[in-house]
């Protein structure tokens, strides 16, 4: 699933196609791959709790200017990661391509269809399931860097759901701080509700942690309240990557 506030990856990808907290840029200029993962103390996803359990978010993506292809998963060290259900399908492994541009000024609009695939234990829930899938379509803003705030639509292609989310980074420098607000549109299976609603308000800190005069550890901490479910969340996680 795509979040912008808890993975490394989706903070640059999955909204600046974010995985995210766009603090980084739209991408590079000319073509590689990227291989690494993020490590979270919670997958926590739009205001949802996915598995209550510490879990590795593997990726690897090719991206060629604007354009970019690849592969997210996320999974728990618990076994209850792969049973099915919001908030206990902890176990995905998604796909998804984009293609972003951007200005000089660091304006950028990027477009994203992903498929939230998750890989449970029963046998009817094998790759071929389409329960298993999520298809979704996703349209994000990057404001320049005189204004940066950060606006994303996300819609599931069977209707079964529409979040929007605003995001304002109120801080640069050695720690970078983002406040963010999402909710859904409307009645939606996909996340559960009976009715729109708020469901992601929170704030998050991003640093690098020197760990060798040549190694740099990126870490992040974050909390998030979900007025909907009436639960508040506090998330720590690092990230290695070439």
């Known amino acids: 699933m795509a979040n912008c506030q808890t ?7 999955a909204c600046g196609l974010a995985t995210g907290l766009l603090f980084a ?10 291989v690494g993962a993020d490590f979270v103390s919670r997958y926590v996803w739009r205001g949802f709790d996915f598995g209550e359990a510490f879990s590795v ?5 090719y991206s060629d200017g604007g354009f970019e292809i690849g592969a997210w998963g ?19 492994a998604d796909a998804y391509v984009g293609y972003t541009v951007k200005s000089e000024s660091g304006l950028s609009v990027g477009v994203t269809l992903r498929d939230h695939y998750f890989p449970g234990s029963e046998t009817d829930m094998g790759f071929g399931d389409a329960d298993s899938h999520n298809v979704e379509a996703m349209v ?5 860097e ?3 705030v950060d ?22 420098g050695d720690v970078a701080v983002r406040a963010h607000v999402g909710g859904v549109t409307g009645e939606s299976d996909f996340y559960g509700l009976d009715s729109g609603g708020i469901v992601n308000v929170g704030v998050t800190g991003s640093t690098s942690l020197a760990v060798t005069d040549s190694f740099s ?18 998330v720590f996680g690092f990230s290695l990557s070439n």
């Open 7 to 13: 993975s490394n990856f989706r903070r640059v990808r």
């Open 151 to 172: 606006l994303m639509v996300a819609a599931m292609t069977d209707g079964s759901g529409t979040y929007v989310e605003a995001g304002f980074l109120l801080a640069e």
């Open 140 to 144: 994000t803003f990057v404001g320049p």
């Open 57 to 61: 978010q593997p990726a690897l993506a």
């Open 74 to 92: 996320s999974f728990t060290v618990s076994a209850a990661g792969a049973t099915k259900g919001l908030g206990s399908a902890a176990n995905e």
């Open 146 to 148: 005189i204004f940066p």
């Open 25 to 34: 840029s739209a991408g590079p200029t000319v073509a590689q791959w990227t």
């Open 217 to 234: 550890l990126p870490i992040f901490s974050q909390v998030i309240l979900n007025p909907e479910v009436d639960r508040a969340l506090m």
